[in-house]
């Protein structure tokens, strides 16, 4: 399954540089964190759910790294870049072996199928 993005075609030359650098800065961020650790907990401040994630990971005794990106009232541009780049519209973004898996109840549901473990005890 793919998901639509506007073709290149479609963008005006004169504009491209500018959508390819907005928030690239936040999005290297991210994919530097994924490729240096197992599991990578995208979030923000006030929101519940990556709380509940980080809460869980370490009852289960997973490692992971967490990033946290503004809150409900500051962020929100930035944060829209990691949303674009990743199609994942909610916070948190789980990222598993450099996969994203989803937010708080996909892992819930990774951890409770035994599925977490398997994907991580897989080579990479």
Do not use: C
């Not at 928030?23 to 759910?49: L, T």
């Not at 973004?93 to 398997?118: H, N, P, Q």
């Amino acid at each position: 399954m793919s998901r639509s993005i506007l073709d290149e075609a479609h963008i005006h030359p004169a504009i491209r540089e500018t959508i390819a650098n907005n928030h690239a800065d936040i999005v290297r961020e991210v994919q530097s964190a994924i490729a240096g650790n197992d599991i990578v907990i995208v979030g923000m401040a006030q929101n519940p759910f990556p709380k509940k994630v980080r809460k869980i990971l370490g009852q289960q005794g997973f490692s992971f790294r967490y990033l946290e990106y503004g809150n409900y009232l500051s962020g929100w541009r930035r944060r829209n870049a990691l949303k674009m780049w990743t199609g994942w519209p909610t916070f948190p973004m789980v990222f598993v072996k450099g996969v994203l898996v989803g937010g708080a109840s996909d892992l819930e549901k990774l951890i409770e199928s035994r599925e977490l473990a398997r994907l991580l005890e897989a080579k990479a």
